[in-house]
């Protein structure tokens, strides 16, 4: 319980009151550990289901497999009978903007920006555009 509570401090929310719903959400990653976490994250509270999204077919039917181990640990964190079910829902996970940007080739370096004087830059990008014509 008291991973928990450290896990709702981070939170800061203000002042309203904090539901089983947000405890259950913030004590997931806490209860399965970082690896599965990483792949996974807690959606929301149905009653006392957990719904949690993963990646593929592959971590959903792996985790189904280790759902008793995974309530006794979030009994363990929660207490008894907040979470009473876990499912697990395919979820894709979206490119992060880094990736997206890595995705596009970058433009060639144009050397005529090394040339300080604009004049002579505009006559080389003028005759280089000539010659490739």
């Not at 719903?21 to 550990?33: D, H, K, N, T």
């Not at 929301?44 to 995974?70: C, G, N, S, Y």
């Amino acid at each position: 319980m008291e991973r928990a509570s450290k896990a709702i401090r981070r939170l800061r929310l203000p002042g309203e009151p904090i539901d089983d719903a947000q405890v259950a959400c913030a004590a997931w990653a806490l209860s399965v550990g970082r690896k599965i976490a990483g792949h996974t994250r807690a959606a929301r509270m149905v009653r006392t289901r957990l719904v949690v999204e993963v990646e593929d077919a592959i971590w959903q039917r792996q985790l189904f497999t280790l759902t008793p181990q995974i309530l006794a640990k979030l009994e363990q964190s929660l207490g008894r009978g907040v979470v009473e079910q876990v499912e697990f829902r395919i979820v894709p996970r979206r490119r992060e903007p880094e990736r997206a940007a890595a995705a596009v080739p970058a433009l060639a370096p144009d050397e005529a920006s090394e040339i300080a004087d604009p004049v002579l830059r505009s006559i080389y990008r003028a005759s280089r555009k000539k010659a490739l014509a």
